[in-house]
């Protein structure tokens, strides 16, 4: 079956820092990848969505600037956290598409910003 | 705008005893329905899809799911839980370009 990897899994960084969060498909071509967030005891929330060769699509409320995504080829999608702050704590996941019916996530990242 | 709301927050059953989990979501069009689960420490995985035909879905695991038009709902059911199906469990909705998930719904079945 299709599978998605992250790196790293668990990241602690300090306030102020950057953080950067690897997605890859290991068996196939991702024309699409998406970046979600999920906070404790709350669903995935969709932040932007990751064409290869293109800019990405934020959601509405998500700040560009601060999330900054690369999807430079059909494997590989990248999301930094830029000035990272503990209200950025949270558990970050990436999913990958290629076109058909279904969607294919990553195990995610849990990032702590102490 | 579209949402997906799962009314369950936190399901606790025996072994052998019968599982449904509700679900019902909000979209104007078109709707290709999910249910994924995830256990503990891994990650997402499909549990059962519908897009058309049969309402009446068949996933892994001994899981289904019936697809109601009518009642915007897409409950996942299972006849007799087993320890490992101890997990979170997600609703989701594909709506014209992503997807929309509920709030999930914790199950812990008892030994």
């Known amino acids: 079956g299709a599978v998605v990897s992250q790196h790293p899994s668990w990241v602690i960084c300090k306030s102020g820092t950057s953080v950067k969060i690897e997605c890859r498909s290991l068996d196939f071509q991702a024309t699409t990848m998406f970046w979600y967030r999920q906070f404790p005891k709350q669903s995935l929330m969709l932040m932007a969505t990751s064409n290869e060769g293109s800019k990405a699509t934020y959601e509405q409320g998500v700040e560009k600037d601060k999330f900054l995504i690369n999807h430079a080829s059909l494997t590989l999608s990248t999301l930094t956290v830029t000035s990272a702050h503990p209200e950025d704590s949270s558990f970050y996941i990436c999913?990958?598409?290629?076109?058909?019916?279904?969607?294919?996530f990553g195990p995610g990242t849990r990032l702590t910003v102490t | 705008a579209q949402s997906v709301s799962q009314h369950n927050h936190h399901v606790i059953l025996s072994e052998a005893a019968s599982l449904e989990l509700g679900c019902n979501y909000s979209y104007g069009g078109t709707v290709n329905l999910f249910w994924y689960v995830q256990y503990p420490g891994q990650h997402l995985q499909l549990l059962l899809k519908?897009?058309?035909?049969?309402?009446l879905v068949k996933g892994i695991k001994g899981f289904e799911a019936e697809f109601i038009k009518s009642k915007f709902s897409f409950n996942l059911r299972k006849p007799s839980v087993q320890w490992s199906d101890t997990a979170e469990y997600f609703c989701?909705?594909?709506?014209?370009?992503?997807?929309?998930f509920g709030t999930g719904t914790r199950l812990t079945v008892i030994p």
């Open positions: 519908y897009f058309s035909g049969d309402p």
């Open positions: 999913s990958a598409w290629t076109g058909g019916d279904e969607q294919y």
């Open positions: 989701a909705v594909n709506g014209r370009d992503n997807l929309f």
